[in-house]
């Protein structure tokens, strides 16, 4: 269902866009006119996106979990901006199919969005995915939002979201008059209502997993923060790449302290070989790799959204409150058997939660037994 809410626009709204106008390049041709703007995906990003769009977008607002195979123009006729969320943020409610068929239809719904959005004139395509695509390990440095992802997608859902990221580089080199601009958002790990992420599993299991000798700064931002930088980009007409995060980083031990929880620290050659052991038995559906996102830093700078005036409304340490208010009691699994749809649900998140649980274990047998 459509909704139309046209906002007053403050002074300053304006100069931030103005200035971002000149910045860009873009003038008058380059900021969004009149006409819808058409929200792709399912999820509570997608949700919070049609919701603040709702509110502060000129023109209506279309919400649509896929594009139709055949003539996807005309399901985007009269768009002056299509927004494809490419992350669910919603393990709970996976798509059917296998890996690679999940894959294949996310990377196909990218191709439809690019090619319905030129055949119908539509003049800016904003892709939501995430900052993990940049990769996570020990020492990394801060993400800045001209850095470019790996080209090549590995397996699990961050392969996914290279995998559309790489049809939609192929597509922004594109020239021609009805070739829309291309404008990717890499959200850091995102909370809210309905979020269910690797990150937020993370926070379920009975102790913070950590990976002995590193240290991570841990870094996190709202859906409603993530849809308000997809409506600037879009009144903007922006093109190009910029992170979303909130501030300021947490370290390890502000977290733990903030939680009320404890950590468990393994030694990387046991948490990654257990979790690879797992995968190759079949009780994680994904490779070990995954892991990494929630025991190595993987930050960002939101340089561009902030020289446009963005900032969060939501601090991190507020996110984190938001995160285990919304994880409080739902997945407990150092009290109950992990069964067959939690790990399909979400393999790093499982990962974790069995890792750690079972490394509490070990210590308690130690104890009794030493």
Same mark, same amino acid.
């Given at each position: 269902?459509?909704?139309?809410?046209?906002?007053?626009?403050?002074?300053?709204?304006?100069?931030?866009?103005?200035?971002?106008?000149?910045?860009?390049?873009?003038?008058?041709?380059?900021?969004?006119?009149?006409?819808?703007?058409?929200?792709?995906?399912?999820?509570?990003?997608?949700?919070?996106?049609?919701?603040?769009?709702?509110?502060?977008?000129?023109?209506?607002?279309?919400?649509?979990?896929?594009?139709?195979?055949?003539?996807?123009?005309?399901?985007?006729?009269?768009?002056?901006?299509?927004?494809?969320?490419?992350?669910?943020?919603?393990?709970?409610?996976?798509?059917?199919?296998?890996?690679?068929?999940?894959?294949?239809?996310? !990377?196909?719904?990218?191709?439809?969005?690019?090619?319905?959005?030129?055949?119908?004139?539509?003049?800016?395509?904003?892709?939501?995915?995430?900052?993990?695509? /940049?990769?996570?390990?020990?020492?990394?440095?801060?993400?800045?939002?001209?850095?470019?992802?790996?080209?090549?997608?590995?397996?699990?859902?961050?392969?996914?979201?290279?995998? !559309?990221?790489?049809?939609?580089?192929?597509?922004?080199?594109?020239?021609?008059?009805?070739?829309?601009?291309?404008?990717?958002?890499?959200?850091?790990?995102?909370?809210?209502?309905?979020?269910?992420?690797?990150?937020?599993? /993370?926070?379920?299991?009975?102790?913070?997993?950590?990976?002995?000798?590193?240290?991570?700064?841990?870094?996190?931002? /709202?859906?409603?923060?993530?849809?308000?930088?997809?409506?600037?980009?879009?009144?903007?007409?922006?093109?190009?790449?910029?992170?979303?995060?909130?501030?300021?980083?947490?370290?390890?031990?502000?977290?733990?302290?903030?939680?009320?929880?404890?950590?468990?620290?393994?030694?990387?050659?046991?948490?990654?070989?257990?979790?690879?052991?797992?995968?190759?038995?079949?009780?994680?559906?994904?490779?070990?790799?995954?892991?990494?996102?929630?025991?190595?830093?993987?930050?960002?700078?939101?340089?561009?959204?902030?020289?446009?005036?963005?900032?969060?409304?939501?601090?991190?340490?507020?996110?984190?409150?938001?995160?285990?208010?919304?994880?409080?009691?739902?997945?407990?699994?150092?009290?109950?058997?992990?069964?067959?749809?939690?790990?399909?649900?979400?393999?790093?998140?499982?990962?974790?939660?069995?890792?750690?649980?079972?490394?509490?274990?070990?210590?308690?047998?130690?104890?009794? /037994?030493?």
């Amino acid at each position: 269902m459509s909704r139309q809410v046209r906002s007053e626009r403050s002074q300053a709204r304006t100069d931030a866009r103005d200035d971002a106008r000149a910045r860009d390049g873009a003038g008058d041709d380059g900021a969004a006119g009149a006409g819808d703007v058409v929200v792709l995906g399912r999820g509570p990003i997608a949700a919070a996106v049609v919701a603040r769009l709702a509110l502060d977008a000129g023109g209506a607002v279309r919400a649509l979990p896929d594009l139709p195979e055949l003539a996807p123009e005309a399901a985007l006729a009269g768009a002056r901006a299509v927004v494809l969320v490419a992350d669910d943020a919603d393990l709970s409610a996976l798509r059917p199919g296998t890996a690679d068929q999940r894959r294949a239809a996310l !990377v196909s719904l990218a191709q439809r969005t690019v090619a319905g959005a030129r055949t119908a004139g539509v003049r800016q395509v904003v892709a939501v995915t995430s900052a993990m695509v /940049h990769g996570a390990q020990p020492d990394r440095p801060v993400i800045t939002d001209d850095e470019a992802p790996p080209t090549a997608p590995g397996d699990g859902h961050v392969g996914d979201l290279v995998a !559309v990221e790489a049809v939609l580089a192929r597509a922004a080199t594109r020239r021609g008059p009805r070739m829309p601009s291309i404008m990717v958002l890499r959200p850091a790990a995102v909370v809210g209502p309905g979020v269910d992420t690797l990150v937020t599993r /993370h926070f379920a299991a009975p102790r913070v997993l950590a990976v002995r000798g590193v240290e991570r700064d841990w870094q996190l931002v /709202h859906v409603e923060d993530v849809a308000s930088a997809v409506e600037l980009v879009v009144r903007l007409g922006w093109s190009g790449a910029a992170t979303v995060a909130a501030q300021p980083l947490l370290s390890s031990s502000a977290v733990e302290r903030l939680a009320g929880m404890r950590r468990i620290e393994l030694a990387a050659v046991t948490a990654f070989g257990t979790a690879e052991r797992l995968h190759r038995v079949g009780v994680l559906p994904v490779p070990a790799a995954e892991l990494a996102y929630v025991v190595y830093p993987w930050t960002v700078d939101p340089a561009r959204l902030r020289a446009a005036g963005w900032t969060a409304t939501h601090d991190t340490e507020e996110c984190l409150r938001v995160l285990l208010a919304g994880v409080r009691g739902r997945v407990a699994l150092a009290g109950r058997q992990v069964d067959g749809r939690d790990v399909a649900l979400g393999a790093a998140g499982a990962a974790v939660a069995l890792l750690g649980t079972a490394a509490v274990w070990r210590q308690a047998r130690a104890r009794r /037994h030493g």
